[in-house]
């Protein structure tokens, strides 16, 4: 006889397996750093320098080596113009190519750009199958796990940019966030999810910051203007999370099946996923 369980319930219950996997990756990924830089070897194709930040403790920042050997090619980045590419068969022409502007081609970056388009695109195959597929939980459920094991090294890296010990306090603070919106948002205090006027601003509000993110693929933008814009991404999903905890408690009696704990569970998800990243976006330099 199986126990009957709220929505929200289900939902933290799927949702939970996720962060878990996220984090579990993430910390596996860094501490695999951590011995890679102590070994001088690399990890994933990055290897490691060891810095100090002003608390003393350790500061990982991950590089990509070029290649030893030669022939070994060297490339030339200029924006809207393609990117130039000649290989040289020694040091003095390194040197006059350095001269030029070109720099040295990495090894080792087509695994993390693989890993990112592996993620991406189990993360679009989750997407259509909890909101068209979402009978079938269990293809549902594999595919999400993957999306977040894949999620979790990506995120070591982003950690590992910045300054891993500062990722750290961002996770806590998604940590309270998170907490304090679903008290908020599941909490008889007021329907967020039926507020019509404030889940329109909430949607127009992430229109003009996608919109923001892709202009920043045609146009520089000042790091003061990028960071503000990542300030105003996290309060945005976290007003979100208020919305989705919301709308989990006006489902409670009409849908509280499986399917539909996973389709919120993904949202939510999103919500943090988001928040976790544009707070990593403002705490950077």
């Known amino acids: 006889m199986f126990i009957e369980t709220t929505l929200l319930f289900k939902t933290l219950f799927i949702l939970s397996g996720q962060i878990i996997i996220i ?8 501490f695999k750093a951590k011995e ?3 070994n001088n070897t690399t990890l994933f194709g990055i290897s490691f320098k060891g810095s100090v930040n002003l608390k003393g403790k350790l ?3 991950p590089y990509l080596k070029p290649k030893d050997t030669f022939p070994k090619k060297m490339v030339l980045y200029e924006k809207n113009n393609p990117t130039l590419i000649k290989e040289v068969k020694d040091q003095d022409e ?4 350095l001269k030029e502007g070109y720099s040295h081609e990495t090894e080792g970056a087509w695994k993390v750009v693989s890993l990112f388009f592996f993620n991406m695109i189990a993360l679009w195959i989750t997407l259509v199958l909890v909101n068209f597929f979402s009978s079938n939980i269990w293809i549902g459920m594999t595919i999400f796990t993957l999306c977040s094991a894949s999620f979790g090294p990506l995120l070591a890296i982003i950690m590992l940019e910045m300054d891993e010990n500062d990722g750290f306090t961002a996770l806590k603070i998604v940590f309270f ?7 908020i948002g599941y909490g008889d205090f007021y329907s967020f999810s039926q507020n019509d006027i404030f ?6 509000s992430l229109f003009g910051l996608i919109v923001f993110h892709f202009a920043r693929f045609v146009k520089d933008f000042s790091r003061n203007t990028i960071r503000a814009a990542a300030i105003f991404g996290s309060l945005l999903f976290s007003l979100f999370l208020l919305y989705d905890f919301n709308l989990i408690r006006m489902q409670e009696l009409g849908s509280n099946d499986w399917g539909t704990a996973m389709r919120m569970a993904f949202i939510l998800y999103l919500d943090i996923i988001n928040l976790l990243l544009d707070i990593l976006e403002a705490m950077g330099d």
Do not use: H, M, Q, W
């Open 177 to 183: 966030v998170t907490l304090l919106t679903g008290f």
């Open 59 to 61: 500061d990982l920042i």
């Open 199 to 204: 889940g329109a601003t909430l949607s127009l």
């Open 94 to 97: 390194v040197i006059k190519l």
């Open 23 to 30: 984090l579990a990756t993430c910390s596996y990924f860094l």
């Open 36 to 38: 890679a830089y102590e």
